[in-house]
């Protein structure tokens, strides 16, 4: 270790706060990209997935129709 | 024939081979890097002449080092886009560029804080910082540039041009601290001599410049995966991909 103790790690020989708000900003910035880009291929499976479902609906209407058919109308008394 | 071959062939490949190679780039990368940061933090001597504010060159050094090769990599994509118009080469430009810009101004804002103890400065206009920033203004061009063109071909050549004239700033910044005898100092690293630090300090140093190289290797992969599956979402391995989940 280049330091006696943990207290002394911080300070840095009062250079503690450029060399610690270097480093938080280096792990903010990389883990942010890191989880925001993990976000987007998640993002562009389920976009794709969506699409494809829209596309099965439409290939095939009767089974659109079999899901609107379970709309029945029901009379209720307006009094 | 070629441009058949490129079509059909590469995205779908590329897409397995970096389904493969992501978990060993991330695991390597972390571990390399991480090393090298509590090497660097903890275990490394101070500088004689800087003190413990030197510490900072463990993530300013790989930042602006990748900053730079980030950029060389796109102008060969670009060539690449523009010669043999492969979609892969173009994939990569657009997936890499936000990369670059936060590396980017990582280093620069690395620099900064470790200016203020070291020169007593946050900012000076000296010939390695202004190229530097022009990097960064490079990097956000080339972004904004690629949002603003709805085609995507017409959007790969324009952005392709656009990071092919920014090349010119890559050689400026290299021998900027040569050329011009400022405040930021030589580089740490040259290929044709020893690095003028004792061991203890270039070793985690080289650590770190690997260890976010391959990180950078994993976000490069990630990201243009996320860009494949958006541009070829009408072709058959992708569906299979995405409904059945492992293609």
């Given at each position: 270790?280049?330091?006696?103790?943990?207290?002394?790690?911080?300070?840095?020989?009062?250079?503690?706060?450029?060399?610690?708000?270097?480093?938080?900003?280096?792990?903010?910035?990389?883990?942010?990209?890191?989880?925001?880009?993990?976000?987007?291929?998640?993002?562009?499976?389920?976009?794709?997935?969506?699409?494809?479902?829209?596309?099965?609906?439409?290939?095939d209407p009767q089974a659109a129709s079999a899901s609107a058919a379970s709309f029945t109308r029901v009379k209720v008394s307006q009094d | 024939m070629w441009q058949f071959f490129h079509k059909l062939g590469s995205p779908k490949w590329f897409f397995g081979i970096a389904a493969r190679l992501m978990p060993w780039l991330l695991a390597g990368g972390i571990?390399?890097?991480?090393?090298?940061?509590?090497?660097?933090?903890?275990?490394?001597?101070?500088?004689?002449?800087?003190?413990?504010?030197?510490?900072?060159?463990?993530?300013?050094?790989?930042?602006?080092?990748?900053?730079?090769?980030v950029y060389v990599m796109m102008a060969v994509a670009a060539v690449v886009t523009l010669v043999w118009r492969m979609k892969l080469a173009d994939v990569f430009v657009k997936s890499v560029a936000p990369v670059g810009l936060v590396l980017t101004f990582l280093s620069l804002f690395t620099g900064a804080v470790w200016g203020k103890p070291t020169w007593g400065t946050w900012w000076v206009w000296d010939a390695r910082l202004t190229s530097m920033l022009i990097l960064l203004f490079l990097y956000g061009g080339v972004i904004a540039l690629d949002r603003a063109i709805n085609d995507e071909k017409s959007a790969a050549r324009a952005v392709s041009v656009l990071v092919l004239v920014g090349v010119v700033n890559i050689p400026i910044i290299q021998y900027s601290v040569e050329w011009w005898n400022t405040l930021h100092q030589p580089s740490t690293f040259k290929l044709t001599e020893k690095p003028s630090m004792p061991a203890e300090m270039w070793v985690p140093l080289l650590l770190s410049v690997l260890g976010l190289y391959l990180l950078f290797g994993w976000l490069a992969c990630l990201r243009m995966q996320t860009e494949i599956l958006l541009r070829e979402q009408r072709t058959r391995w992708v569906k299979d991909y995405v409904l059945v989940g492992r293609g």
């Open positions: 270790m280049a330091f006696d103790s943990f207290s002394a790690f911080m300070v840095m020989e009062g250079h503690g706060p450029y060399v610690w708000s270097c480093y938080a900003a280096f792990f903010l910035l990389m883990i942010g990209l890191m989880v925001w880009s993990l976000r987007r291929r998640k993002a562009a499976i389920e976009a794709c997935r969506r699409g494809y479902e829209l596309q099965a609906d439409r290939q | 571990l390399l890097l991480m090393a090298g940061i509590v090497w660097g933090l903890a275990f490394a001597p101070k500088d004689y002449l800087q003190g413990n504010s030197y510490r900072i060159i463990f993530i300013h050094v790989p930042t602006a080092f990748l900053a730079q090769s």
